[in-house]
């Protein structure tokens, strides 16, 4: 049957297209968000990548770096299994017996030959420094006398960082230094000649402590004007000490040619580092078509040695080097590229598909949905739908998402990061506040005082049972003034440090206390102000305004150049009514942040890590004097932790805090660290991704939208299953009904191909065969009907003798009727009269045995639960003449004649059965006397008032019920009294 209605075609159609249309336009605007956000992310990581390897080649433009570097190719060559790992190992303690011996400084010396360089001295130390090999350039041999005394100095210097390194790094002392005794005259001997011996031969500038694996730059006039660079390298373990190297090179020896090639060289594949000059100054970012460029100028170091170069060999200076730049390029992210093409295979896609279901809609529109395949089939088909489409649809998003999510895992990790660093700088700010606590503790014991000397010992030491232990902890030097101008400068342990410990408190002390009108000294004005103006050389107006601390409050001394440097300004009435002025030092974290610190990393994994399922952070302290950093470091396994010691250099370069974020082998690094003015601990902290948990992170974040995906898919294999299953037994529902509802013949047009097709045959056989059946009924008597539906075929053929009532009927007239008028006209007068006859008789259950022209003849049977057949006969006469009554106020209504006719009752017995050929046509109907007798009662009735007469079998058989007056000796006249 089909759909006739193309408004709800349309709207099916229509819906569909909103079915598909709709996650292709998700996924298309969420493809280009994940594209627009990854390649804001992608360069954003580029820019910052360009910015540090700009960093990074101007790092090595500078001769400390290139020497460094050129040192640690050496070291590889002929030292290539030692390394920073050994400080984590348990090696044999013979270790470097064969290594740091006397051939070591010549191996050196040809290994930096071969890189070009020309060192000024090579010391070696051998393992627990029990002898000393040296080799020395002539400009040191000529400028040194005693070289044997010098490398033993610079042994010393190797082995005081080794003694450092190892008690940084294993929280102990070295055992053996206090077992051996050439050790300690070893030591001795260093410690007394080390300072003068250094001044005499290298430089007389500074004083300087040697790094490990450090390059230091010291200006020196011994071999010109020019710099002096040194490094040393300690190979130590847990076992002993066993040995190390230290290496001079002269300025003069370092080619600027060789720094530039060598820092361009080490730039990664995709960074094409080079120095070119351009007509005219550029700096910063700049995009095309290939991909991105950074210009940056040269560093200072650079052609400052460039110059000395230049001016060593006598060579003219250009003048033009501010054309010189860094060009730092690099094409797009791969990734990017990878993402556009995905992209553009999914509009390809999705216009395909669109267009495919354009020309599917409108075959439908015009032929209908056949789709030539079993039931089964599109069930397997749409079992596949389920399955296919919400997994694929699934790992597309997670794709998608993964790829676009990278902000949101560089934002988690970043965060985790952060609150560890702010973890502990709230830790450190609770250990400034102990500080706080002592500076409070002095003026309150000032307060307490009740004498009038300026006593340090009474005014501090006054508790019973105090040893001052925080005292030492928590302050340095003090210097307290009194109202007379008294002054005393003391130790943490109250013992005196003499008038003259510190001149310039000496005069600024005092000009405070007096801008507060509390100093009643009377001394020389003149030799005051004098002092005070001597004196602004080094603390003017406005420092002094800047940093003389505020009362009882820590910040920056300003008698001191260090940042970390702190003092409180104190100012307290004793009991006795006088005020004394306090300066105390608090200590800048030798002892009280390293107290802290070092008990925290005794669980380390507690303190310096934090883990979740999605991202690990390691963090590190260390402390710093100016901008320096110290050899300890918390926890000490992050001492040799390449990337926090890049993230520390990064401190120390840009002096300030700040984060970043490094894309590295397909994860998220973060790198947080925090430097604060006037404080000693400096902290670096480093995030890493856990690739699975992020995967779960990602997905976590899209379930909402699988979610929501997952609605759509349900609704679209809703309509396809309600299109294939749904739909067809809807169509036959419907054709049943109409069945129901009596209007046979009712034709299903084929819609498929599958078992539908064959159901569809059935129903269509099915409806034209009750077809036929019901017209059938019309031409052949109900009681043949009845029969042959109750019966088999051989029961049919039987005939019997029954007991029935007889009525039979015509139209008076009806010749001279037919003779006026047409054939058609005839006919519907006879349709018509019968029409209303037939109901009279079916109502009382009566059959119509069969038409005669104009005459009816229709038969009562005997039937359990109704009334006797003669009973039923009369009531349909009575009933015959009024549907003739009505009939015929119609007509006259209508214009045309009225009509006539006659009914004979007739009740006895007769043959009934199916009477006809054996091969062809039947009839079911009755045979004797009694149909004959009952025309000739109908005949009679033109004699009769009420044109109905009854036998006498009818009339004794119905008496008392009806009205009947004797016609004749044969037959009664009934009579409707109603």
Same mark, same amino acid.
């Given at each position: ?119 000024? !001295? ?100 011994? !071999? ?93 200076? @250009?003048?033009?080097?501010?054309? !010189? ?402 739909? @067809? ?14 209007? !046979? ?234």
């Amino acid at each position: 049957m089909r759909d006739s209605g193309n408004i709800k075609l349309f709207t099916m159609l229509l819906a569909g297209l909103v079915v598909l249309a709709a996650p292709l336009w998700f996924f298309n605007n969420l493809i280009e968000t994940a594209l627009h956000r990854s390649e804001d992310s992608a360069m954003g990581l580029l820019r910052e990548k360009l910015l540090q390897e700009s960093e990074r080649v101007k790092e090595l433009m500078t001769p400390a770096a290139y020497i460094k570097e050129t040192i640690k190719e050496a070291h590889k060559t002929i030292l290539p299994e030692v390394n920073q790992n050994l400080i984590k190992l348990t090696p044999d303690k013979d270790f470097g017996q064969e290594i740091f011996n006397d051939q070591m400084p010549l191996k050196m010396l040809k290994a930096l030959h071969d890189l070009a360089l020309e060192p000024l !001295y090579i010391t070696v130390a051998s393992p627990e420094f029990s002898d000393v090999h040296y080799w020395f350039g002539s400009e040191l041999l000529r400028q040194c006398q005693e070289p044997e005394n010098l490398a033993s100095v610079m042994a010393y210097q190797l082995m005081s960082t080794s003694l450092s390194l190892y008690e940084q790094y294993y929280q102990n002392q070295w055992p053996l230094l206090s077992l051996s005794e050439n050790l300690r005259k070893f030591g001795n001997f260093g410690f007394a000649n080390s300072s003068w011996m250094g001044f005499t031969y290298l430089n007389r500038y500074s004083e300087f402590i040697l790094p490990h694996d450090t390059v230091v730059e010291k200006f020196t006039d011994y !071999y010109g004007r020019q710099s002096l660079y040194y490094y040393a390298y300690n190979c130590l373990s847990r076992v002993t000490l066993h040995g190390g190297y230290q290496i001079g090179i002269l300025q003069e020896s370092v080619s600027a040619r060789a720094i530039l090639r060598s820092a361009l060289s080490r730039s990664p594949k995709e960074i094409n580092v080079s120095l070119v000059q351009l007509p005219k100054a550029r700096s910063g970012f700049f995009t095309n078509d290939n991909g991105l460029e950074f210009f940056d100028r040269p560093p200072t170091g650079f052609w400052n040695h460039f110059f000395f170069k230049q001016r060593l060999f006598k060579k003219k200076i @250009p003048s033009n080097i501010d054309s !010189y730049h860094i060009r730092l390029r690099a094409s797009q992210p791969e990734e990017i590229n990878a993402f556009r093409k995905i992209h553009k295979a999914f509009r390809l896609l999705a216009g395909g598909l669109l267009l495919l279901y354009a020309m599917a809609a409108i075959h439908y529109w015009l032929f209908g949905l056949s789709l030539q395949s079993s039931i089964r089939r599109k069930l397997v088909l749409l079992l596949a739908g389920i399955i296919f489409i919400p997994v694929a649809g699934s790992g597309l998003l997670a794709f998608i998402s993964l790829k676009g999510s990278d902000r949101v895992i560089e934002n988690h990790v970043m965060e985790k990061t952060m609150a560890l660093l702010h973890e502990f700088i709230l830790y450190d700010d609770e250990n400034e506040n102990r500080s706080q606590l002592a500076m409070l503790e002095i003026k309150r014991r000032i307060e307490n005082y009740e004498g009038n000397k300026l006593d340090q010992v009474k005014i501090l030491g006054s508790q019973a049972g105090d040893n001052l232990e925080w005292l030492r902890k928590l302050t340095g030097q003090h210097s307290m003034l009194a109202q007379d101008g008294s002054i005393i400068h003391f130790a943490p342990n109250l013992s005196n440090n003499g008038r003259d410990s510190h001149k310039l408190l000496d005069i600024i002390l005092p000009k405070y206390f007096a801008n507060l009108g509390l100093l009643k000294k009377r001394g020389n004005f003149l030799s005051d102000t004098f002092a005070l103006g001597l004196s602004e050389d080094f603390i003017s107006p406005s420092r002094e305004e800047s940093r003389l601390p505020h009362e009882s409050t820590l910040q920056q001394e300003i008698s001191h150049t260090l940042d970390t440097s702190r003092a409180a300004t104190i100012i307290a009435q004793t009991r006795g009514g006088n005020f004394i002025n306090v300066f105390s030092r608090a200590k800048d974290g030798d002892i009280n942040t390293h107290a802290y610190l070092s008990e925290f990393a005794e669980n380390s994994q507690k303190w310096f890590a934090r883990s979740d399922p999605y991202c690990d952070i390691e963090l590190s302290a260390r402390l710093r004097r100016q901008y320096y950093v110290s050899m300890y470091a918390w926890p000490s396994s992050t001492l040799l932790n390449d990337e926090m010691l890049e993230s520390f250099r990064w401190l120390l370069e840009t002096k300030d805090s700040g984060r970043r974020i490094i894309h590295r082998d397909g994860g998220i690094k973060t790198n947080a660290w925090n430097l604060r003015p006037q404080r000693a601990a400096i902290f670096a902290a480093i995030g890493q991704n856990r690739g699975k948990g992020i995967g779960q992170f990602a997905i976590s974040m899209i379930f909402p939208v699988l979610a929501g995906y997952a609605v759509l898919v349900v609704m679209v294999l809703s309509l396809l299953f309600a299109e294939f299953i749904i739909k @067809p037994v809807k169509i036959f529902s419907e054709g049943i009904q109409r069945l129901s509802n009596e209007e !046979y013949g009712v034709i299903i047009d084929k819609f498929s191909g599958d078992e539908f097709s064959q159901m569809t045959s059935a129903f269509n056989k099915m409806s034209a065969a009750l077809r036929q059946r019901e017209m059938i009924k019309r031409l052949v008597s109900a009681r043949l009907v009845e029969q042959v539906e109750s019966t088999d075929a051989t029961t049919a053929a039987r005939t019997e003798k029954v007991c029935i009532s007889v009525v039979a009927s015509d139209i008076r007239g009806f010749t001279s009727i037919s003779e006026k008028f047409t054939p058609s006209e005839v006919v519907e007068l006879l349709n018509t009269y019968f029409t209303a006859m037939e109901k009279a008789i079916s109502e009382n259950h009566g059959v119509i045995d069969k038409y005669i022209g104009d005459a009816i003849q229709a038969v009562f049977y005997e039937q359990p639960g109704l009334a006797c057949s003669a009973e039923r006969a009369c009531h349909t006469a009575l009933a015959m003449r009024r549907q003739l009554q009505e009939l015929n106020q119609q007509r006259t209504e209508m214009g045309l004649f009225p009509l006539e006719n006659g009914i004979g009752i007739v009740t006895g017995t007769a043959v009934s059965g199916s009477i006809g050929s054996e091969t062809g046509r039947k009839d079911f109907t009755i045979i004797g006397r009694i149909t004959e007798r009952a025309a000739q009662l109908e005949a009679a009735t033109v004699n009769a008032k009420s044109r109905i007469l009854v036998c006498n079998s009818t009339q004794i058989t119905v008496a008392g019920n009806f009205a009947l007056t004797r016609h004749d000796d044969v037959s009664w006249e009934l009579s409707d009294v109603g």
